[in-house]
């Protein structure tokens, strides 16, 4: 199994970002896909997660109205778009991919996990 982040970069505050997760490897129709994010010197913290089926949507608080994660099914591949940016949404952002979910917030509760992309936003 591949997950492949891709979309990070450096970006002004309010300006927008959208970050793609290629998977790959094996079917995800059953899974749950999730984008999380780490800070430096902070730790790996949930942002928005969705599941391949049925299209429900998760997101921290600290995104909501911000952030919207979506599905591409014929590209197996889950997007995240960021818009009005933040300095704190700096970051490196990574996907994951479940396969059972106790908890969609909970690393975890991941079984796969993508490289990483770093989106920092400038003040």
């Known amino acids: 199994v591949q997950l492949q982040a891709s979309g990070g970069g450096l970006v002004q505050a309010g300006g927008s970002l959208r970050l793609s997760c290629a998977a790959s490897?094996?079917?995800?129709?059953?899974?749950?896909m999730g984008w999380f994010r780490q800070a430096p010197g902070k730790e790996r913290e949930f942002v928005a997660a969705?599941?391949?089926?049925?299209?429900?949507?998760y997101y921290a608080d600290s995104v909501k109205g911000r952030f919207t994660i979506s599905t591409d099914k014929a590209k197996n591949t889950v997007y995240l778009q960021m818009n009005s940016l933040k300095p704190e949404d700096t970051a490196v952002y990574y996907c994951?991919?479940?396969?059972?979910?106790?908890?969609?917030?909970?690393?975890?509760?991941?079984?796969?996990w993508g490289q990483g992309t770093q989106v920092t936003v400038s003040s």
């Open positions: 994951a991919a479940a396969s059972t979910i106790v908890q969609v917030t909970t690393i975890g509760s991941y079984d796969y």
């Open positions: 490897g094996r079917t995800f129709s059953s899974y749950i």
């Open positions: 969705i599941s391949w089926s049925g299209g429900s949507t």
